[in-house]
């Protein structure tokens, strides 16, 4: 990256923490070009310079929170989802340490871009996220559990509503609760064949 790519990118970046700190306040349509500019400390040429529209910014603020999260794990998105008819159905429970602590991990080191999508879910495209993740991993998962089709939306609804008001009141805490004792309330609540007793959280 040379001098030049990498001071547009440093000042890209400063608007995508910019747009996210404002979205855990304010609703999307409430946000000005001036607002940013002036929490990213740039002016508004240096906006227009990179967007034609603040449409454009939430755009790549998605994608840079994509990467930022793809990052943690050792499995692109992309090659999990093309090899969910492949692999083993142990491979296939998503509710394990090995899942949850990097997601847990991210969102503990990202609190303000969880923040921001629970305030402003079609801001942040989270509810584009959500019917991704439905369609691609959820209901192909339950398929191969041979979970009838029917069930489907019930079991979704469940895990993601579940495992979503856990997190957020994480959050509301400031994710000041360590990540293992998240994760093992995560694992006994979806995963009650698992018991209540014996946690491997301890205070």
Same mark, same amino acid.
């Given at each position: 990256?040379?001098?030049?790519?990498?001071?547009?990118?440093?000042?890209?970046?400063?608007?995508?923490?910019?747009?996210?700190?404002?979205?855990?306040?304010?609703?999307l @349509? =409430? #946000?000005?070009?001036?607002?940013?500019?002036? !929490? +990213?400390?740039?002016?508004?040429s240096?906006?227009?310079?990179?967007? $034609?529209?603040?449409?454009?910014?939430?755009?790549?603020?998605?994608?840079?929170?994509?990467?930022?999260?793809?990052?943690?794990?050792?499995?692109?998105?992309?090659?999990?989802?093309?090899?969910?008819g492949?692999?083993?159905?142990?491979d296939?429970?998503?509710?394990?340490?090995?899942?949850?602590?990097?997601?847990? @991990? =991210? #969102?503990?080191?990202?609190?303000s871009?969880? !923040? +921001?999508s629970?305030?402003?879910?079609?801001?942040?495209?989270a509810? $584009?996220?959500?019917?991704?993740?439905?369609?691609?991993?959820l209901?192909?998962?339950?398929?191969?559990?041979?979970?009838?089709?029917?069930?489907?939306?019930?079991?979704?609804?469940?895990?993601?509503?579940?495992?979503?008001?856990?997190?957020?009141?994480?959050?509301?805490?400031?994710?000041?609760?360590?990540v293992?004792?998240i994760c093992?309330?995560?694992?006994?609540?979806?995963r009650?064949?698992?018991?209540?007793?014996?946690?491997?959280?301890?205070?």
């Amino acid at each position: 990256m040379n001098k030049s790519e990498s001071k547009y990118f440093n000042t890209a970046l400063l608007m995508d923490e910019a747009l996210l700190q404002l979205l855990e306040r304010k609703d999307l @349509e =409430f #946000i000005t070009v001036k607002e940013i500019c002036e !929490r +990213a400390g740039v002016n508004r040429s240096t906006f227009y310079l990179h967007y $034609e529209t603040i449409g454009d910014l939430v755009n790549e603020t998605v994608e840079m929170m994509d990467s930022r999260f793809q990052a943690c794990f050792p499995e692109s998105g992309k090659d999990f989802v093309g090899n969910i008819g492949s692999k083993e159905l142990g491979d296939l429970v998503l509710i394990t340490d090995n899942y949850l602590k990097p997601y847990l @991990e =991210f #969102i503990k080191g990202n609190k303000s871009i969880y !923040r +921001a999508s629970f305030r402003n879910p079609s801001g942040t495209q989270a509810n $584009e996220k959500f019917d991704y993740m439905k369609k691609y991993i959820l209901r192909p998962i339950m398929s191969r559990f041979d979970i009838p089709a029917e069930h489907h939306a019930y079991y979704i609804d469940y895990y993601i509503n579940g495992v979503m008001a856990i997190i957020r009141r994480w959050l509301d805490k400031d994710c000041e609760d360590s990540v293992e004792m998240i994760c093992t309330i995560i694992e006994e609540c979806v995963r009650p064949e698992n018991g209540m007793t014996g946690n491997k959280y301890v205070e």
